[in-house]
């Protein structure tokens, strides 16, 4: 018997619940918290009581009550789907009751815009002395582009040299302006400085600065932009053949205008200003007041194209493999009520729990998904609704 703890009730954890709630032959019993657990009683009610069996209300951000609440369930497995900043709280109660551990995105501190694998990294003896693991950044990127990696590099290659990841979303959801995941994080996450790893070290540029223009499968030409993704930390440190790594995502000009707007008056800082008597921090207010990603499915037309152009080679010849995955946002919304940005996270959720929960990926410790076999990752990826593909291209279509 398999018992797993969902931490999170947003639109990623949504499409993990009802995933895992298909599949009793990994996944016994479940259970739900969050901090409103009015969500999880609505997600409850959805895929029934006989496959959510308890949900609870949560203060992730207190270890302490993660804690106890892991000891009163007794779950096999945490899935941490909550925000990112509460990676390392949930991480001290996993350690402290011998619970593995598995989460979507690294932690970033509260109060600065920076995210990379140091802090979760600086667990490694811990979870290994302790005999449990955790999976670190089981979701699409970070996540499915890992396991890419890795599997073109055992499939394809005897040596990787250059890597770009892109995330594009081609669909359409017809408001003026709103994320496809958690506005805080994401638009922390887009108005960073870039950054790239180029010949042994990391090379930074101002955000959003540099532009190259792509043709996507089933998509058409977008505009993408080099940013920092905290995949490509973990990616040339167990790929230490890569000569340049980059990530890329695109952008609508409308997306950029707004965000520009709202850069320029204020409205995405993190520093907190006194408003009647009150502290309050800008981008948490306008992620009040911007539609909720979840609520976006309706409607939501398009597709997303996401993978990793590789160049590298193979029996002393240079090649390069485009491997990619399409989804399209309706299906998604038609299968599971979600967009197909919530979906492409919360599938590789429950499929990176399923492979630890069966014994496929155990090892005491903690890990990124490229360092394990990848070829029963993609194999579940095919068999649960992102279906992959590799293509063979005579180029990359982004400048060397």
């Known amino acids: 018997m398999s018992r797993v703890l969902i931490i999170g009730a947003g639109g990623v954890a949504s499409v993990t619940v009802k995933k895992c709630a298909r599949l009793p032959q990994h996944f016994d019993e479940i259970f739900l918290a969050s901090r409103t657990v009015s969500k999880c009683e609505a997600l409850q009610q959805e895929v029934g009581e006989d496959r959510v069996k308890g949900v609870f209300a949560l203060d992730a951000d207190n270890a302490k009550e993660v804690e ?25 109660a996993c350690l402290a009751t011998n619970t593995h ?93 870039g950054k790239f790893w180029e010949n042994g070290e990391w090379k930074e540029t101002d955000p959003l600065s540099v532009r190259e223009d792509v043709d996507y499968q089933n998509i058409g030409e977008r505009a993408s932009y ?17 000569k340049r790594a980059r990530f890329w995502m695109t952008f ?48 939501y037309v398009g597709m997303t194209c996401i993978g990793t152009y590789i160049t590298g080679v193979k029996d002393g010849k240079e090649k390069t ?30 499929i990176g729990a399923a492979l630890m929960l069966n014994g496929t990926w155990k090892e005491a410790g903690v890990w990124n998904m490229e360092q394990f076999d990848p070829d029963p990752f993609m194999d579940m990826l095919n068999e649960h609704g992102l279906p992959w593909h590799v293509l063979e291209c005579d180029s990359s279509p982004f400048t060397k």
């Open 68 to 92: 106890a609440l892991i000891n009163e369930v007794q779950p096999d497995l945490v899935i941490n789907l909550a925000l990112p900043y509460q990676d390392l709280p949930i991480m001290d």
């Open 101 to 193: 551990y598995l989460d979507t995105a690294n932690y970033e501190p509260k109060d600065v815009a920076k995210f990379e694998y140091s802090w979760q990294w600086a667990y490694q003896d811990k979870f290994k002395d302790a005999g449990i693991m955790a999976l670190l950044g089981s979701g699409f990127d970070p996540g499915v582009t890992n396991v890419f990696t890795a599997y073109a590099a055992k499939h394809y290659f005897d040596e990787i040299h250059y890597l770009d990841i892109v995330d594009c979303n081609g669909g359409d959801h017809g408001q003026a302006f709103a994320t496809n995941f958690n506005p805080e994080i994401n638009i922390r996450e887009i108005t960073q400085r």
């Open 226 to 242: 080099l940013m920092f993704h905290e995949e490509l930390e973990s990616l040339v440190k167990h790929f230490p053949t890569l």
């Open 252 to 299: 609508g000009e409308a997306y950029l205008n707004h965000l520009r707007v709202l850069e320029g008056i204020g409205m995405t800082s993190i520093e907190p200003i006194e408003f009647q008597g009150q502290q309050v921090v800008p981008l948490e207010f306008l992620k009040a007041v911007l539609p909720n990603p979840g609520s976006l499915a309706e409607g």
């Open 321 to 350: 493999i485009f491997i990619y995955n399409n989804c399209e946002h309706a299906k998604c919304n038609e299968e599971v009520g979600a967009q197909a940005v919530s979906y492409t996270t919360g599938v590789p959720a429950m």
